[in-house]
């Protein structure tokens, strides 16, 4: 017999000796010498001979690679339309907690004054019930006066910038109407019309 010393950690092998005998072909000379555990067949692991063959796909499996591949393209359309609409539903979500806060601690004298510009403009809805157009002017003009009442430097700076821009229209305008009505004037002999 062969003497072999192992452990079952090679870290411990000093702390916890085991002692395994194996039987050899000569048994009758009764001397026991110690064999290495690679050379034991319990240490070797046999070559494998097995492969991965991949299974056939069934039904059920083909079904849902087909609707996957379907609706890959409505995935995708919905994932562009969040990533637009997000953005503009954060800032509706944070104008309405900065509305919120400031409704919370409003500054003095501003509920009876959304009061009176609310009233104005029922006001004007009333007046102008007659027609369309009236129930357009009337409540707008209505509301525009009393805010330009209760908030002067405002309206002040709203109607600069709102006098600029149709200044700048205007001009446009004319530009673009006298072009359409006045025929082109071609230089004659090489001369410029607009230098005298």
Same mark, same amino acid.
């Not at 006066?145 to 430097?153: D, K």
């Given at each position: ?48 001979? #097995? $492969? ?10 083909? *079904? %849902?690679? +087909?609707?996957?591949?379907?609706? /890959? ?57 007659? #027609? $369309? ?10 509301? *525009? %006066?009393? +805010?330009?009442?209760?908030?002067? /430097? ?43």
């Amino acid at each position: 017999m062969y003497c072999i010393v192992c452990s079952t950690m090679p870290g411990a092998q000093s702390l916890l000796p085991v002692t395994v005998y194996a039987a050899a072909g000569d048994e009758e000379s009764g001397t026991t010498t110690p064999v290495h555990r690679d050379q034991l067949s319990l240490y070797t692991a046999p070559e494998p001979k #097995s $492969r991965y063959v991949e299974p056939e796909a069934g039904q059920l499996e083909d *079904t %849902v690679a +087909t609707l996957r591949n379907f609706l /890959e393209p409505y995935k995708d359309w919905c994932q562009g339309t969040y990533g637009q609409i997000k953005p503009k539903v954060q800032s509706v979500v944070r104008f309405g907690n900065d509305t919120y806060n400031f409704l919370k601690n409003p500054p003095q004298d501003f509920y009876p004054r959304a009061g009176v510009i609310a009233f104005t403009g029922a006001l004007g809805l009333f007046l102008g019930r007659s #027609s $369309r157009v009236k129930r357009l002017i009337y409540p707008a003009g209505l509301v *525009t %006066v009393s +805010t330009s009442l209760y908030y002067p /430097e405002q309206a002040v700076g709203i109607a600069k910038s709102t006098g600029d821009s149709a200044y700048e229209r205007a001009v446009q305008t004319y530009a673009a109407v006298e072009k359409m009505l006045r025929p082109d004037n071609k230089p004659d002999n090489g001369k410029d019309p607009t230098k005298p």
